[in-house]
């Protein structure tokens, strides 16, 4: 079911392994004093033919590639991007076949979080433009070994949630820019400030993201490659609610509801609270024990800085009366409501945040950061990976963000960077 590029898997591999020490930028995506023409379309490709690589198809730039290890995804999806005007997009059930060839600029990873950095590394080394999905990584040390890769190769970076920069800040009823003003203003006064992401304050941590245990070994379906798909992870038996659209609820493949919401709803939280240099020092969670292959649910979370700020995950809702942000002189509640008085109107005089870039394919040709990069997004992500590492282990945890370890605790330190499979080891 597949239209395999001509290049060969040997030629591929061995394009792929002369990557490894040098970064590479196509040529043709640049002009003159290498910039790039405004008027260059770039080129995508896309990683995994599950649910979310839909919304990827109506974007900018044309497709290319499309590439999945269930052939019949590979092909309703291959087909559907055909449908939107791609004529010449090929499908691959081997990804780095893709990032092996040099007509394509821009790579999305539209797979389970396991493969995030593996993707995201190799389409570095390339010279390719990335797409991420949410979560960034499913470790921590995924995540600093992605950033890495991504500088050393100075390519541009993005992943797939806006709403620090654009949209209603899922049902809180406001935008993150305008709870950023008014902080950023004063008037709710200083920290130490106090956030809860809860059902009162608008937020849904989709606790049917769960795991099953005991799960008894099923044949494998011949359209699909399950070795390939758990890749980095450890080797379990094929169940198929371990993979496709129940993925989440397995600690292998990433973190339940947390890890599939969290970077939505923490990052703006990050941007709002003018810490996207900051990392917690401690994180505390009141769960029940956990089954260490599947995933079940949180009562509360809780992160605290350096400066006392807390965020909380209040799973529960058990604060009815909650804000979302509270400080030393006011609160701002679901629906942009405060009890300052004259809030309105004292928001009204503030000035605005400053610009960020939210078009990707712009800060690809204008060499500039995208508004949500491999730096904020790392450390917005590391929020999640804290709170997975809490969850899992059932502790609360003293975290030293510069040495990026947990203080005394080697169950905690060994959830930090997982072993990979012998055949998808990433670089140390």
């Known amino acids: 079911m597949t239209d395999l590029n001509k290049i060969s898997r040997r030629k591929a591999l061995g394009n792929l392994a002369s990557l490894a020490t040098i970064s590479i930028v196509p040529s043709r995506v640049l002009g003159l004093n290498g910039q790039t023409p405004p008027s260059e379309e770039l080129t995508r490709a896309l990683l995994g033919c599950g649910g979310i690589s839909n919304s990827h198809l109506g974007m900018p730039g044309r497709i290319l590639a499309v590439c999945d290890v269930d052939s019949q995804r590979m092909a309703q999806r291959h087909g559907q991007a055909i449908k939107k005007g791609n004529k010449d997009v090929k499908a691959y059930a081997d990804f780095r076949e893709i990032i092996a060839r040099d007509d394509i600029d821009i790579i999305h990873t539209c797979t389970p979080p396991h493969w995030h950095a593996h993707m995201a590394i190799a389409a570095a080394k390339a010279g390719k433009h990335i ?200 609160k701002i509640m679901r629906g942009f409501k405060s009890d300052v008085k004259g809030f309105a109107e004292k928001l009204k005089k503030l000035p605005d945040p400053a610009p960020q870039v939210t078009d990707f394919h712009q800060a690809i040709r204008e060499k500039k950061k995208f508004a949500l990069n491999e730096e904020n997004g790392f450390n917005s992500c590391t929020l999640i990976n804290l709170g997975k590492i809490a969850h899992r282990t059932n502790q609360n945890l003293k975290f030293d963000p510069k040495k990026m370890q947990f203080i005394d605790n080697a169950k905690a330190n060994a959830l930090v960077h997982q072993k990979d499979r012998d055949k998808w080891k990433l670089p140390s």
Not at 154 to 183: L, P, Q
Not at 285 to 293: G, L, N
Request: aromatic share 12%; with cysteine.
């Open 131 to 330: 797409w991420g999905e949410k979560p960034m990584s499913r470790t921590i040390g995924e995540g600093l070994a992605m950033k890495k890769a991504i500088q050393k190769a100075d390519v541009k970076f993005r992943i797939n949630t806006w709403f620090r920069f654009k949209s209603t800040f899922y049902g809180s009823g406001v935008t993150a820019r305008e709870v950023r003003k008014a902080v950023d203003g004063g008037l709710i006064g200083d920290g130490p400030y106090k956030v809860t992401l809860s059902g009162v304050t608008g937020f849904n941590w989709k606790f049917n993201w769960v795991g099953k245990k005991n799960l008894e070994e099923q044949p494998i379906p011949k359209h699909f490659d399950y070795d390939t798909w758990l890749g980095p992870a450890p080797y379990k038996p094929y169940h198929p609610h371990r993979t496709h659209g129940t993925f989440r609820g397995y600690w292998d493949y990433d973190g339940g509801g947390l890890g599939d919401m969290g970077q939505h709803y923490l990052d703006p939280i990050q941007y709002i609270l003018n810490k996207d240099d900051e990392l917690p020092v401690s994180v505390e969670c009141d769960a029940d024990p956990q089954d260490q292959d599947a995933v079940g649910s949180f009562r509360r979370i809780t992160y605290t800085y350096s400066d006392g700020t807390q965020i909380i995950l209040d799973g529960a809702n058990k604060d009815k009366s909650a804000a979302l942000i509270e400080g030393s002189e006011g």
